[in-house]
């Protein structure tokens, strides 16, 4: 089984090495998850996936929607594009862990503010990873997302 909406970092891929924070995602969802009764919800359209996985929504017996605490906590990124119904929501809830440094985002380099960069011109939104990268002299801060582009500079693609 897959949780719609969420990819968290690889620990068993024959393949691909162990994530960073891929062993504390895992025993997080096991401690969470196990000898747990849950509810599970799918998606009108389709309930498996490209490699014939069942695909769900996970909610506790208190209610609690697990895909979106895996998202709120740093402990899963978003994973689709616009292909189910809490695609926003989730959205949010990883800009918010992101800008709050915790889980896969502690110590990466993301904004915090809106930053642009005077020799690209190009703005970085709160929440966007790059900003690490711009020299301080070439900094230059914005209250708003209006104002940097009054200014000339458009919106980082990430």
């Known amino acids: 089984m897959r949780l719609i909406g969420i990819d968290t970092p690889e620990t068993v891929h024959p393949e691909k090495p ?22 599970l919800e799918f998606e009108p359209s389709t309930q498996y996936g490209d490699y014939g996985r069942l695909l769900a929504y996970v909610f506790l017996p208190d209610g609690t929607f697990f895909n979106a605490v895996l998202v709120k906590q740093g402990y899963a990124h978003v994973f689709g594009r616009d292909r189910f119904q809490y695609y926003e ?19 990466k380099d993301i904004c915090k503010e809106i930053i642009g960069n005077r020799r690209s011109n190009i ?23 209006e104002e940097a582009i009054k200014a000339g500079y458009r919106r980082a693609k990430r």
């Open 89 to 107: 929501e989730f959205r949010r809830y990883e800009r918010e862990a992101r800008i709050a440094g915790v889980g896969l985002w502690a110590g």
């Open 18 to 39: 162990v994530e960073f924070f891929g062993p504390e995602a895992s025993e997080f969802t096991k401690r969470q998850l196990e000898r747990k009764k849950v509810h």
């Open 123 to 145: 703005y970085h939104l709160p929440g966007n990873a790059g900003c690490g990268r711009i020299k301080e002299e070439n900094r230059v801060y914005f209250d708003t997302e």
